[in-house]
């Protein structure tokens, strides 16, 4: 069977019509992918330091930092400096029963895509919260 010679090349006009669309489609695809890993790993830092704040663990500033840092890895981009907001005074004895929250906030990678950037905000806010459980704090912090 002959191709006729007025359709020679049509795949390629077709492929040319449609591979802006497809490389858009993979590339927010790829784009919304690592923004769920970064939100996921903002939450799994989150958590992480709540809980050790409620047991009266890791009350410092530079301490409850270095482990959120450390648990977001390279979810954080670091184009905007890691936030933490948690509490660093020592939870007193009076203080079991309250509930401590925590909120993370850190820019995650923008792929810079055509058309996606204009409708993605790269910066993730997570926030968790538990009940205080005791107010003695381990030797060693965080």
Partial sequence: ????????????VELALVLPFLLVLVGGILQFSWYLYAMQSGT??????????????????????????????????????????????????????????????????????PVISEFYDPTVTRTASARVEDSESTPGGC
């Fill in 44 to 113: 799994s830092a989150a958590s992480d330091l709540v809980r050790r704040i409620s047991v009266g663990d890791c009350q410092s500033a530079a301490a409850q930092l270095a482990l959120v840092d450390s648990r977001l890895g390279p979810a954080d981009a670091g184009s905007i400096p890691l936030a933490v907001s948690a509490p660093t005074e020592p939870l007193e004895a009076e203080d079991i029963g309250t509930t401590v929250e925590v909120t993370v906030t850190f820019e995650t990678a923008d792929f810079n895509l």
């Fill in 1 to 12: 069977m002959r191709v006729r010679r007025e359709q020679r090349g049509a795949a390629a």
